[in-house]
């Protein structure tokens, strides 16, 4: 393996000659062997797209050469687009502000830009920290790029996928209209409803959790760019964070904007606790969705069975002919992941000391791991299982009319009291609800046909 020779104020280091990192990149990659986890890339976008509207910035406010300015726009353009992945190895277990990762970013941007400069026949170059790293620091750089990474994981991998679970809902609903069904509550039978009903109650799930996604990532939209060390904004010009977050809403069409408080923004991740609650609760819907269907579909002859599920793969290595709910098994491993996720979340953005949060890796990591995840597992689940899902009509139907709990409709007319008596001597007897009320002559066999009507009972609109 060939070798260069880099330098930084430790001294000089040993780096692949094939890699665009520098010395700090590679000190890290050597000091911080520890687990597979590796810093997300989707940070690594975000990172980029600060870098190049800091750079930006710079150069109109007369800090950065046009050149210059030029050189990591480019590079940064590559990053964002996947071409220099490669040249990111750091572990998520590195220093608690991201510093090493921001070095990270620098010293890419710097040594390829400066390829840029030299083919172009620029007499510039780049400098990581004097010119790539110019008026931030990895205390405001770094929860920056969380936020924008954040949002966008938000805003164009998760909100698309539960609104495409949300179509099919609506879909099934008009699949399954007038079939009516019995209800459960406390594992025992209840009262009738359709099926559409049900599914009405799991597509409006999806919708709330929407919702409360979409209103707490607003508060991502601030951004801590301009505060650097402390808050204080030293060493960049006043209007610095400001127009980069300006910057940062054209180039992704979203309105970013600077932190009111950049004292707050360095040493609190308030938002990104508020944000993951909110995906934390569709977690929790997307359980009982999932749990709800591999119930309703438990059989096929010794369970509910009122569900039909597709068959996507063999489900036993020993039973031959049998089907698992198995897009709901990986769906509902996914939620307890995200469940996990939030502890963590929680438990790291009420640490660190004074004047900044130290546990910045690992808050975005599990971050945007609940986005992908949740993302990727709604998609499979609707495309393997919800598309496919159907009923057992049949089923649905013996089950209505075995149901102890249509002498529910009764109560009006003879109270409660009789109504249970007639609701006792059908279970013991093993007859049916209008057989033990004409048995008990609290009703004539018109009244039952007339009052225990299913159709009555869905208040369906």
Known sequence: MKTRIEKDSLGEIEVQEDKYWGAQTERSRRNFVIGSEKMPLDLIYAYAMLKKAAATINRELGKLSSEKAKAIGIVCDSIVNG??????????????SGTQTNMNLNEVIANKGNEWLKDGGYNER??????????????????????????????????????QSISVFTEKEKQFAGIVKIGRTHLQDATPLTVSQEVSGWRVMLEKSKYMIEESSKELLQLAIGGTAVGTGINAHPEFGERVSKELGSMTSFPFSSSSNKFHALTSHDEMVYAHGAIKALAMDVMKIANDVRWLASGPRSGIGELSIPANEPGSSIMPGKVNPTQSEAITMVATQIFGNDSTISFAASQGNFQLNVYKPVIIYNFLQSVGLLSDGLDSFRKNCLEGLDVIVSKIQENVERSLMLVTALNPHIGYEKAAEIAKLAFKNGSTLKEAAIELQYVSEEQFKEWVDVTKMINEK
């Open 126 to 163: 780049l400098h990581p920290n004097d010119d790539v790293n110019m008026g931030q620091s990895s205390n405001d750089s770094f929860p920056t790029a969380m936020h924008i990474a954040a949002y966008l994981s938000i805003h164009k991998k998760l909100l698309p996928s539960i609104q």
């Open 83 to 96: 071409e220099l992945d490669e040249h990111f190895p750091l572990s998520v277990w590195q220093t608690g």
